[in-house]
């Protein structure tokens, strides 16, 4: 049959705000979790990582919380610009980080309004 | 720096043809992974190769196969093509088997007809 299309979640912020981006995971033995994001024609870019022995990790303008119990990650970005809107995936690693096997999450498009 | 190369960008086939899809990793790289990204299913993890050996396979059927040459360079092959097989084909490389350290191409984006 026919496949269903994704409905992706849409966020969308205005220039300057700061943006949040959540994801659940699935696998409780994931212990490696990376936020990439995605614009239109490329492939997915890398925007940060984070072990699953950190609860927080910031890089510039960007910051991944983790919430192990309930199996959560967000990604909040700061001063949100233009040049933020993609479509922002979660991935976690289920082996460990030691092998480049990840499931990705299905993805939030940012929009962001000048 | 070059970046992760994928040949060829488009590429229109027949159902029940095969077709061969080719990654060149960033220099130095030796962990080479592939992925399909569909609207229906999202990104999905095909096969993962290191020095020449699949290391990990995702759940895709055996019409999904790949290799590994000792330059790095990997190649995807898909036989028998259906329709569903319509995907955006994504490869990333990395130095190391780091998850994070790894670097996608822009795809090769396979129309089946």
Redesign the interface.
């Known amino acids: 049959g026919e496949?269903?299309?994704?409905h992706l979640p849409t966020l969308s912020v205005q220039e300057g705000d700061n943006s949040i981006i959540n994801c659940a995971y699935s696998n409780s033995a994931s212990d490696?979790f990376?936020w990439?994001k995605q614009e239109s024609?490329?492939?997915?870019?890398?925007i940060i990582?984070i072990r699953s022995n950190m609860d927080k990790r910031q890089g510039q303008r960007v910051t991944v919380l983790l919430n192990k119990t309930v199996k959560h990650l967000s990604l909040q970005i700061a001063a949100t610009q233009p040049g933020d809107s993609a479509v922002y995936?979660c991935?976690e690693?289920p082996?460990g980080?030691?092998?480049?096997?990840?499931?990705?999450?299905?993805?939030t498009k940012l929009s962001v309004k000048p | 720096k070059a970046g992760v190369t994928q040949t060829p960008r488009y590429l229109i086939k027949t159902r029940g043809q095969q077709v061969t899809l080719s990654c060149s990793p960033i220099s130095g790289h030796r962990s080479v992974s592939w992925y399909q990204q569909t609207p229906g299913q999202g990104l999905q993890f095909l096969f993962e190769y290191f020095s020449e050996t699949q290391r990990n396979k995702g759940n895709f059927p055996g019409r999904f196969s790949g290799r590994q040459f000792s330059n790095s360079r990997s190649e995807m092959n898909v036989s028998t093509l259906e329709l569903g097989d319509s995907a955006l084909y994504l490869c990333a490389s990395s130095k190391t088997d780091r998850a994070g350290g790894y670097t996608f191409g822009s795809g090769t984006r396979l129309t089946v007809v």
């Open positions: 496949s269903v299309g994704l490696y990376i990439y024609g490329k492939g997915p870019q890398f990582d995936f991935a690693n082996l980080g030691s092998q480049g096997n990840l499931i990705f999450g299905k993805g």
